[in-house]
């Protein structure tokens, strides 16, 4: 497996998080705050992901 494809995968998982904690937003609004807060994570996670491929990929 490259580095790359490994980041492959991580971004796709990163994308599942996504989806699940948006999914998770409007049925469970008692922890709309921690929701919020790990898909916030997600998001960042994904850049960091995204711009390190993006990077590997210039060479």
């Known amino acids: 497996m490259t580095t790359i494809e490994a980041l492959e995968i991580a971004l796709s998982k990163e994308e599942?998080?996504?989806e699940l904690y948006k999914s998770m937003l409007n049925k469970y609004t008692e922890?709309?705050?921690l929701v919020n807060f790990l898909l916030n994570e997600e998001y960042r996670h994904?850049?960091?992901i995204a711009d390190k491929m993006a990077e590997l990929k210039k060479y």
């Open 16 to 18: 599942s998080s996504i």
């Open 31 to 33: 922890i709309k705050e």
């Open 46 to 48: 994904h850049k960091l």
